[in-house]
């Protein structure tokens, strides 16, 4: 059984018939209800504006959940037990006489959880009207990315959240803090002395993170092409797991010990300067090429693309940190649609060993590096040093692996999506996953002065085949400095 106790609520998804929803936050309430983490009286209340009946639109719900939970994967008794928490109601979010239906569905009896899946600019209106209701007493609210489009636009919808909400009850989500492994960082890097006395310039030569996707646009240029990878994947994802690497040991897991630290990672970020834009940074955008053997189509040849654009699809970039712990410590971001392969991971790099005793043309492979796999093969190695065996081999080194496979590890257990974990920590109040104002401002003032160098450089982005690595020039980043990206990629 659970150890975990979850006080019962109702959870409104606001944009319950969208993408996000049907294929990610339904099957993870299914698996929260599975796992027996939901609360007998929780209920769940599928808000959408579009038109059809009540029974059309939960009967839509039940087949995409099939599809998305997997029919092998899905156990009539909780399926039944699940359809009978949720229900449907048609909810114009603009209109405030909607919400009366709606405060008389949610009742005052539990505490109401509303998840917007909505674009950000509704966010505002949402909140007031939930507030004319009375539906914002205890009301915890989630925020789904992207909150703006740079530091204006996201202090815009903040503020107007702020106004209905208090800060301790707004939940930023950033699917990434929820992943297994991100989890992991934190008690890898505070669990062990072993790496904690080692996390600093003085042992670390550099980072690199990559988070490489395999596939396109997949239907959402519009979208897309307005946010590009670096507000997309950097501004966020990228930045949050650059914050937990640097980040100096909180006083306690409280979520605010936690964000304090990771905003003091993000102020300390180095402006990029004019000049840095063409030397440490890489902007990439795919032509045509190939994915898993067939041909698919360039950025600008996409389903409704608008052939003019120039909207990054690839970003390779070296940050620097300006603080006594990271100081001369690169750390290299790389991020991109239509990659070989879906790929993230953070390689730490060790620096060799001070005094070098063994065979002069060995010593460019003499470092340590640990390895944090967060997708696919979540898992934690360590490439250590030792002797190749044998009686000819005299002190030949060779690089190995400690190695750490959660799933070979932990062979009954399924790795949970990342969904799962953020909506199971809002129904238990715990905002340490979630990112607090100061923190997506934060992120966005460093991205910000990025986007309007480029804008100001006018350069476009640079071509790479679908299917490669990127630019040549993400290459030349990195080796300017002596570096490679690590690995076979
Ligand atoms: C989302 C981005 O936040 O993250 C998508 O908007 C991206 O463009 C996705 O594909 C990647 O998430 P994951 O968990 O598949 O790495």
């Not at 205890?138 to 800060?167: M, Y």
């Not at 590009?228 to 994947?233: E, S, Y």
């Not at 608008?306 to 991020?335: C, K, M």
């Amino acid at each position: 059984m659970p150890s975990i106790t979850v006080e019962p609520c109702t959870f409104a998804l606001f944009g319950a018939l969208g993408d996000l929803a049907l294929r990610k936050l339904f099957p993870a309430l299914y698996q929260l209800d599975a796992a027996g983490l939901l609360h007998d009286d929780t209920r769940i209340l599928a808000l959408a504006r579009e038109p059809g009946s009540e029974q059309e639109h939960l009967a839509n719900i039940e087949t995409e959940l099939h599809k998305y939970v997997g029919d092998k994967d899905i156990d009539s008794q909780v399926l039944q037990r699940f359809l009978v928490r949720l229900s449907y109601l048609h909810v114009d979010f603009l209109k405030a006489e909607d919400y009366v239906a709606l405060a008389e569905r949610v009742g005052s009896e539990q505490r109401l959880i509303a998840y917007f899946a909505t674009p950000a600019a509704v966010y505002g209106a949402i909140c007031e009207n939930l507030s004319r209701v009375g539906l914002n007493q205890h009301t915890r609210v989630v925020l789904e990315k992207p909150i703006g489009s740079d530091l204006d636009s996201s202090r815009k919808v903040n503020d107007a959240v702020a106004q209905f909400f208090p800060e301790t009850r707004i939940y930023r989500i950033d699917h990434y803090l929820g992943k297994e492994t991100v989890q992991n960082l934190i008690a890898l890097r505070f669990a062990n002395s072993l790496f904690e006395t080692q996390w600093n310039q003085n042992y670390i030569s550099h980072v690199e993170i990559t988070v490489a996707e395999k596939v396109g646009i997949e239907g959402r240029w519009g979208y897309f092409d307005k946010a590009g990878q670096l507000r997309d994947m950097i501004q966020n994802h990228l930045l949050q797991l650059l914050c937990l690497i640097a980040m100096d040991p909180p006083a306690d897991l409280s979520a605010d010990s936690i964000r304090d630290e990771k905003v003091k990672v993000l102020k300390a970020l180095a402006p990029i300067s004019p000049e840095g834009l063409t030397t440490q940074v890489v902007r990439g955008q795919y032509i045509a090429g190939h994915s898993e053997g067939q041909s698919v189509p360039g950025y600008l040849e996409e389903e409704n693309s608008n052939t003019q654009s120039d909207t990054e699809t690839f970003v390779a970039l070296r940050a620097d940190i300006r603080n006594w712990r990271w100081a001369g410590v690169p750390f290299y971001l790389r991020t991109g649609k239509r990659m070989p392969q879906k790929l993230s991971q953070i390689v730490i790099h060790f620096k060799e060993p001070s005094h070098y005793i063994f065979a002069p043309e060995q010593r460019l492979q003499i470092s340590n590096k640990l390895i944090i796999r967060l997708q696919p093969d979540e898992g934690i190695s360590l490439r250590v040093m030792t002797k190749e065996q044998g009686l000819d081999k005299g002190m030949q080194l060779r690089s190995g692996p400690l190695q750490l496979n959660f799933s070979d590890t932990y062979r009954s257990a399924r790795i949970p999506d990342a969904y799962e974990r953020l909506l199971l920590e809002v129904m238990r109040g715990n905002q340490n996953l979630f990112v607090r104002k100061d923190e997506i401002e934060a992120a966005w003032k460093w991205c910000d002065q990025l986007i309007a160098g480029w804008k100001k450089s006018g350069d476009a982005p640079k071509p790479y085949a679908a299917g490669s690595w990127g630019p040549m020039s993400s290459i030349a980043l990195i080796t300017r400095d002596g570096r490679s990206w690590y690995g076979d990629i």
